[in-house]
C-alpha cells in the first residue's frame, strides 16, 4: 500500500486525539503510539519499507534531499500539521531498514501552571542573566518546560529573545518580547557559528536547543558573563551530574577555570522525570530545583564537597523554592497525583522517602 499525504495525516490526529507523545514508524512492523511512557501498536497493517519511504517524503521539504533519500542515514527535521500539531522528525537507518520517530508538539506554546510545575520556575525564568539549564533524560520534557519559561519572559518583558533549535519546536508569537527563532540547518550552518553571531544581533535571552560540546558550552558561558540569560537543556538526571558534564567536556588543564566559570554564571538548574499519574490517563513532571547560593557556588568550587548541592537544595524548600527530585515526588504523593509504587521506583532514595513519610520532612 502506498501512505499518502491524507493517510498520513490521519495517523497524526488520530495519535493527537489520543495524547500521543511519540509515534515509532519502522520497516514491516506496525506503527506505535508513546502513550503515558509504554510503546503501544497500533491496529494498522505493517509499514513495508516502502511506506516508510512515503512517510520521509512527505515529511522532507527540501527536493535534493527528497532526490537522495535512498542515501541519508541520519536526518531531523520538523513538519507542521495545519489545525493539528508540530512535527519533530528523526529519519534513520538499521540493518538495511528504515526507521522514523516523530516527536507531536502542541501548536498551542504551554505555560508553567499548565504543565503544573512550580511557580518558581517562572521566577527563574525572569532571572536579569545567567544560565539556566533544564535537564533530563529524552521525553522528559526538557523543550515544554523551556517553552513554557519563554512564553512567560514573553508575556512580561519587552526584551529581544534570540532561539537557537534543532530543529524549531514551538512556535512563539511576540507579546512583550520580540523573538527570534532560527533553525540549525536551515537558518545557520550550526550552533557554534549561530553563537558566535548571536552575539551581535542585540539578544536579552539567548536559548540554546542543546549544551553538545565544549565550544558551545564556552560560548554559552561567555554570553552569561557579558550580561544575557541563556537557557539551555543537556541530557544529564541532576544538577550535580549537569556540573560534572559541563566540567567533563574540557580538557583537564582547562576544567579549573571552567569550573569556577560554572560557578560564578550557573543561576539554576532544572532537571525533571516524567511519571504515571494515579488514575493511569496522564503523566507529571518531578522536577529538582537548584538556584545557586553561595553555599552552592562554593560547592561546586570544591570538587571534593560538591555533594553538598544536594543538602543546601533540600534547604532551600521553604526559602527560596529549591526542592530535590525526592522532596517534590513526596509533595505528588501527598498530592494524590502518584501511587505509593510509582514514588518508591522514581524516588532517588526510596528509603529517605519513606522515612520521610514516616516522620515528615524535618525543615517543615
Known sequence: MAITKEDFVKLIKSAASNGVSDIHIRTNERPCFRMRGDLVPIKVEPYSYDDVKDVALILVKDEKLKENIENEKELDGSYPVPKVCRLRYNLFRYQGKMGIILRLIDSEVPTTEALGIPLVVNKIASAHNGLVLVTGA??????????????HVNKTKPVHILTLEDPVEYIHQPIKA??????????????????????????????????????????????????HLVFGTVHTTDALNTIGR???????????????????????????????????KGRVAAQEIMITSPGIKEAINDADNIAEIYTYIEKGKRGVGTQSFDQHITDLYKAGKISIDEAKKNATSPEDFERNLMFGDQDD
Open 178 to 227: 520580540r523573538i527570534t527563532q532560527r533553525e540549525i540547518g536551515e537558518d545557520t550552518d550550526d550552533f557554534g557559528a549561530a553563537l558566535r553571531s548571536a552575539l551581535r544581533q542585540d539578544p536579552d535571552i539567548i536559548l540554546i536547543g542543546e549544551m553538545r560540546d565544549a565550544e558551545t558550552i564556552s560560548i554559552a558561558i561567555k554570553a552569561a558573563e557579558t550580561g
Open 246 to 280: 559541563l566540567i567533563s567536556m574540557f580538557p583537564p588543564e582547562e576544567q579549573d577555570a571552567v569550573r569556577s566559570r560554572i560557578a560564578d554564571n550557573l543561576y539554576a538548574t532544572v532537571s525533571q522525570r516524567l511519571l504515571k499519574t494515579v488514575d493511569g
Open 138 to 151: 529524552t521525553g522528559s520534557g526538557k523543550s515544554s518546560t523551556l517553552a513554557a519559561m519563554i512564553n
